[in-house]
């Protein structure tokens, strides 16, 4: 795929409102970072539910650890490995209070220092947070670059190096958030939407379905 015809895949797909609601619901840097813990192999439909109580009765580290494990427990049972998610969130709360005074760090070595945080969720920290031109690739973000040939990788880990190499400044921003709309409503893993795709014309999927 040629340089063009990528800048317009993602003029279409970023001019797109639909995806300008971010589903993770937060109203502060640290909700953020508890959420996209809890959401590890889980709805966000359902760490928004579940989160919003949570924070009602705890919204930074400190609280979190007054009230304790058990109660995170409690709050967070709906959402698979609520058990590890639970044990992480404290020791996140602790490392957070300990050493970067109950804020969220600003690095990625220092968020990958944290239990349950990874290069995904240190990435989407990073570019919400604090702006940098950070892509979290996700497997809606892989699929839908594989499937279009936007940047074809065999791993996560390529797809992000081609995606920082390929994708202008610009478009850094919203990068993560547009793909992953996209390819959660419209490039399904299955029955994908090409017949109303904004970009069907310059998707290089070879079995469209378009009839």
Do not use: W
């Not at 589903?23 to 840097?29: A, L, R």
């Not at 793909?179 to 469209?208: A, M, N, Q, W």
């Amino acid at each position: 795929m040629n340089k063009e015809k990528r800048i317009k895949i993602l003029e279409r797909i970023q001019e797109n409102s639909l995806f300008q609601k971010r589903e993770i619901e937060f109203k502060s840097d640290f909700e953020l970072l508890i959420s996209l813990i809890l959401s590890v192999r889980a709805r966000d439909s359902v760490v928004n539910r579940v989160s919003k109580k949570l924070y009602r009765k705890a919204n930074d580290a400190k609280k979190f650890l007054q009230i304790g494990e058990k109660k995170v427990k409690k709050y967070i049972k709906e959402i698979g490995m609520f058990n590890i998610k639970s044990k992480r969130i404290m020791k996140c709360c602790k490392i957070i209070i300990e050493k970067y005074n109950g804020e969220v760090p600003g690095s990625r070595y220092s968020l990958e220092s944290i239990p349950g945080v990874g290069r995904k969720i240190s990435n989407i920290i990073l570019n919400v947070i604090f702006g940098k031109p950070t892509i979290a690739v996700d497997t809606h973000v892989f699929r839908v670059c594989n499937r279009t040939n936007f940047a074809f990788s065999k791993s996560v880990k390529e797809t992000e190096k081609k995606l920082n190499r390929l994708v202008p400044k610009r478009f850094k921003k919203n990068f993560h958030e547009s793909i992953l709309y996209h390819g959660k409503k419209i490039c399904k893993s299955r029955s994908p939407k090409c017949k109303t795709c904004v970009i069907s014309d310059l998707c290089e999927f070879k079995s469209k379905l378009l009839t």
